[in-house]
């Protein structure tokens, strides 16, 4: 059984800083890539960023120049350090990763979420 487990979230001022953390855990034979989603109320589920194994970044254009994706191979994190916040950041926060458990395919895996509120 594999898990992501976020935290970093909470309800930071207008051009305040965040950094959320994903931790995958469970039988992990590898991971491609990682990256986080957000779902503000009302919208769709949106790409923020993501990281391939190799270290290769993508960014929604809303966010370039302001948060940037990290991870640890060896510990099987990810994470988003978020800067200049502004209140349309304003979502709950998912990581998603590809992971390889065992003899199975890859598969996509998600966190709970963790809740980003960035007040005017």
């Known amino acids: 059984q594999v898990q992501l487990v976020e935290s970093g979230g909470g309800l930071v001022q207008a051009g305040g800083s965040l950094r959320l953390s994903c931790a995958a855990s469970?039988?992990?034979?590898?991971?491609?890539?990682m990256g986080w989603y957000r779902q503000a109320p009302g919208a769709q589920r949106e790409l923020v960023a993501t990281i391939t194994s190799g270290g290769s970044t993508n960014y929604a254009d809303s966010v370039k120049g302001r948060f940037t994706i990290s991870r640890d191979k060896v510990k099987n994190t990810v994470n988003l350090q978020m800067n200049s916040l502004k209140p349309e950041d304003t979502a709950v926060y998912y990581c998603n990763a590809n992971i390889r458990s065992g003899l199975s395919a890859y598969l996509n895996y998600w966190g709970q979420g963790t809740q980003v509120t960035v007040s005017s």
């Open positions: 469970g039988t992990i034979v590898s991971i491609n890539a």
